[in-house]
């Protein structure tokens, strides 16, 4: 990683409070350049803590800008860090209201040019989309990394299914970050008051999350997708194959109607430079250099000239849980969908073929073992060495699967493959995992993408329909985009599962379905091989940021592995177990001591679905040794089942020097409505 020793421009820091129209004020931090000139302004805001969770990502970008000439500005949400009011529920539409009142009093400060851009990554470059639906007058530009366009998919539910490890990560590990209290050092004695009325208030957000199984009017609230137009704003979509929400940049680049562009690399769900696998990082900085210049600062960086979207186009490897660099090359297609993608189906009894065994009327059952899925990987990939899928081999074995025979040429897939499938199934709910791999000629099975079809909801997410047992009826899923390079001598193989926990929550019932192999099949976004000759090279800059801020880290003496799967053979029950948080001490320039730990348990029956159960416990300190502050946080989360009903449990305890300052518990027995 290269780091810059001068800038064009000196940089001042400083932090302040920003009033909102109801009084209470939000804490920022900005970075501006030396300059009697007015300059645009970039815009970070985020319900998360820059003096201590993102402060080392922020040093490294923020600093960065404002020596190319930005006033670069973090800002925490209501409610979380050191703002004052208390944390919103993502449906009530605060927290953009709220942001777009920010853009509109950076745009009045006398060394503003009036005009701003937003950035942010994952919930930060969602919110972004978010503010910018609004349309505040001064935003120009945005620049959203692995970001969401609908509340419903984003870690919550996919083709009508539960996300298990997706849903319970997501709003346990919320859960425990928004209990933590605003720091002394920031806002003075008032400390303590402002973070007891917030333990007050706090819910976990698996409550409303699970209440709301169909795509109902809380998830569309919220939701870009529910009308593109609304965004005037230019916007530069980037994202990465490894992480979930690739999809996400397609869908801006073809329906926005403001300008657009997209990037989409090898890259987890992390800003594109940070050099996290899988790699390459490219110079993300400089190349959102071009894009605020550009739209900011009426330069003609030929940043618009550039393809509508620039894709990796991922060569095929073997299996590994993780990959410094993907081998593969940046590809351009000037409109999407492209005119040099096209779709080739493969039928399941002819392209494609089993050694599943039919019954008299052609049918083949799939009926998997509940912990078909143990070895799916980390829903949101974050660059560990765990985190992407191992061989699938296993996986193969324990679902139905359909080959084709080893290719006589490559083939280049680029979007978002389909599987239609022709489905009986006995029981009223069910459903469809489906995995698209990359077979090699010694057998290693790759993952290339997957999808889920919740068996209620194919007729749509908004309501739930339930099978008629022993109906056959042709079913629908998409996969998930991807961009993967097929070389000639492998196979392709579709496998078939009717669970893959603990990505899905099985259904009550496991009795699986049949499919129809003459009447399904298999459909590939497929990339013409020449699309790309005689056009120039995509190429971006070597990766630059700030210098990093000073942070010392301590680990622990005994670490965990990042993913432990269990098997109880006598039991015959699975269990894995992650560990998000490794439990390291982080110290500080300003002299705070940060620790967090964290494990997630996934637990179940091969045989029963109704053993399926998520745990989750947190502990995070914060300490500041010169003034005898001292503040932890511990939390539980879990989820569990019945055959008509999710039960969770919650309980949260805050401590402040060893003593119990705030202790609640939660139980909630919730219907299942779809999943």
């Known amino acids: 990683m290269r780091h810059p020793t001068s800038y064009p421009y000196p940089i001042t820091r400083e932090d302040v409070r920003i009033p909102l129209p109801d009084g209470d004020q939000l804490y920022a931090r900005i970075w501006r350049p030396v300059t009697p000139e007015p300059v645009p302004v970039l815009l970070e805001y985020l319900a998360s803590r820059l003096t201590d969770r993102t402060a080392r990502r922020d040093a490294e970008r923020h600093p960065w800008y404002a020596g190319h000439g930005y006033a670069s500005v973090r800002v925490d949400a209501r409610g979380h860090g050191n703002s004052e009011g208390l944390p919103a529920d993502e449906d009530t539409g605060q927290q953009e209201a709220d942001g777009a009142a920010v853009v509109e009093w950076l745009a009045g400060r006398p060394w503003s040019s009036g005009t701003v851009g937003l950035f942010g990554l994952a919930a930060g470059g969602t919110l972004g989309l978010r503010i910018a639906a609004l349309a505040p007058e001064p935003l120009r530009a945005v620049v959203a990394v692995c970001a969401a366009d609908d509340r419903y998919d984003d870690a919550h539910y996919l083709g009508g ?14 859960l425990a970050l928004a209990a933590l209290p605003p720091d002394p050092r920031y806002v003075g004695d008032g400390w303590r008051r402002v973070w007891t009325e917030r333990l007050d208030a706090l819910t976990p957000a698996i409550h409303p999350w699970l209440t709301h199984q169909h795509r109902d009017d809380y998830w569309r609230r919220g939701s870009l997708r529910e009308d593109y137009g609304t965004i005037t704003a230019a916007v530069l979509a980037v994202g990465g194959w490894a992480d979930p929400h690739a999809d996400t940049v397609l869908r801006l680049v073809e329906h926005l109607d403001a300008p657009v562009r997209g990037i989409i690399g090898p890259w987890p769900h992390q ?106 990987g980390r829903p949101r990939p974050v660059g560990g060495p765990a985190d992407l899928p191992p061989d699938q081999r296993e996986e193969d074995g324990r679902s139905i699967c359909f080959d084709s025979t080893p290719m006589p040429e490559p083939v280049e897939i680029l979007g978002r493959p389909g599987v239609r499938l022709r489905v009986r199934c006995d029981a009223r709910r069910g459903q469809v995992a ?15 993408t997957r999808g889920v079809l919740n068996l209620t909801a194919r007729q749509g997410t908004v309501r739930t329909v339930d099978w008629e047992p022993g109906a056959v009826e042709e079913v629908d899923l998409d996969l998930t985009a991807v961009a993967h390079s097929f070389p000639a001598g492998h196979r392709l193989r579709l496998a078939l599962s009717c669970a893959y926990w603990p990505w899905v929550w099985p259904q009550p019932e496991a009795a699986g379905f049949e499919i129809d192999p003459g009447h399904s099949t298999l459909t590939l976004p497929v990339r013409h091989l020449a699309a790309d000759v005689g056009g120039p090279p995509i190429t971006f800059e070597a990766p630059e940021q700030a210098a990093p801020l000073d942070v010392a880290t301590a680990e622990p003496l005994t670490a965990r592995p990042d993913r432990l799967a269990v098997h109880d053979i006598a039991a015959g029950e699975w269990r894995l177990e992650v560990s998000p948080g490794a439990g390291a001490s982080h110290i500080h320039p300003d002299g705070l001591v940060h620790q967090e730990h964290a494990v997630e348990a996934y637990r179940i029956h091969s045989d029963d679905p109704l053993g399926a159960q998520t745990r989750s416990d947190w502990t995070i300190r914060l300490e500041r040794p010169d003034i005898g502050w001292d503040a932890t946080v ?41 999943s």
């Open 161 to 174: 299914s539960l996300l298990a490890s997706g849903m319970h990560t997501h709003s346990a590990t919320a």
């Open 271 to 376: 800003y594109p430079d940070q050099g996290l696998p899988p790699g390459p990082a490219i110079g993300f900085l400089q190349e959102t250099l071009r894009w605020w210049d550009h739209w900011l600062k009426d330069r003609d960086t030929g940043v618009m000239a550039e393809p509508v979207l620039r894709s990796w186009m991922n060569e095929s490897v073997p299996p590994a849980t993780a990959y410094a660099n993907r081998p593969g090359r940046w590809v351009g297609d000037e409109s999407w969908p492209s005119p040099d993608v096209r779709e080739i189906h493969y039928g399941l009894d002819t392209a494609l073929r089993t050694a599943g065994t039919a019954s008299e009327d052609r049918f083949v059952r799939v009926r998997s073992p509940q912990h078909t899925g143990i070895d799916a």
């Open 434 to 448: 489906a995995r698209l791999c990359d077979v090699a000629p010694d057998g290693a099975s790759t993952l290339v």
């Open 634 to 674: 511990q939390s539980r989360s879990e989820i569990s089942c019945d055959a008509t009903h999710f039960i969770t449990r919650d309980h949260l305890r805050a401590l402040e020097g060893g003593g119990v300052l705030f202790d609640r518990h939660w139980e909630r027995r919730i219907p299942r409505t779809a």
